[in-house]
């Protein structure tokens, strides 16, 4: 039940394109939930995050869908530039003071030029 | 102001041999949380600390791990008897509210 899967494993946008990477959650406990994007031999960094009492947050050219009867949320990259080329994880966490962060196992983004 | 600081930043020792990694969490952050990636993988949980409630220890992969924290502060994670698969990057993070983790940028350990 703490699981969160994510999908797609790896993916592949031109320049310009959509990304979209899906992650769903089990425990609907869980009531935050956000994006961490991370480059290699850095640490990961939040990218954004939303509540379940919204269904979607948008801050630039990234936003977050949420559909809480689904139990699944996504992330949109608009107009996908090189720069994006990271790795990407979704995460689940409780409403403080609660458990820890449940992240999802990634998803590694490729933007071709 | 500062982030997390992580030291040693790259540590190779011999298999059988203990291995001490230190963090440095943002000033005032009240959460600690310790985290393994191993290479190209996903984020797994080790330990978490909150204020002064008993830690979440939950995670640690084996009794050759430990972790403190003293003061609220610093945070030292410890492994005894390193093995070749404790190889990867050690990730700590602390949090102000619990909500927005930030994270440092690891300890890189290698045993051979």
């Known amino acids: 039940q703490q699981q969160v899967k994510q999908s797609p494993q790896s993916l592949i946008v031109q320049k310009g394109g959509i990304s979209i990477i899906n992650c769903a959650y089990e425990n609907t406990a869980f009531d935050y939930f956000p994006w961490y994007q991370q480059f290699p031999g850095k640490g990961p960094a939040l990218l954004i995050a939303i509540r379940p009492d919204v269904s979607e947050k948008k801050e630039g050219r990234f936003t977050i869908s949420f559909n809480k009867s689904a139990k699944q949320f996504s992330l949109h990259i608009m107009d996908s530039q090189p720069g994006d080329s990271a790795t990407y994880f979704c995460?689940?966490?409780?409403?403080?003071?609660?458990?820890?962060?449940?992240f999802g196992p990634g998803t590694r983004l490729s933007v071709l030029p | 102001g500062a982030g997390v600081s992580q030291s040693p930043s790259n540590k190779v020792t011999e298999k059988g041999k203990d291995v001490e990694l230190r963090c440095d969490p943002i000033?005032?952050?009240?959460?600690l949380y310790w985290y393994r990636q191993s290479l190209g993988q996903g984020l797994e949980f080790l330990i978490y600390?909150?204020?002064?409630?008993?830690?979440?220890k939950s995670g640690l992969p084996s009794d050759r791990f430990s972790a403190e924290r003293t003061g609220g502060s610093v945070s030292t994670l410890t492994i005894q008897r390193t093995q070749q698969e404790d190889s990867a990057v050690y990730l700590c993070a602390s949090s102000p509210d619990g909500n927005t983790i930030y994270f440092g940028e690891g300890s890189w350990l290698t045993v051979v």
């Open positions: 995460a689940a966490s409780h409403t403080w003071p609660g458990q820890n962060f449940v």
């Open positions: 000033s005032g952050h009240t959460a």
């Open positions: 600390f909150q204020g002064n409630s008993a830690p979440d």
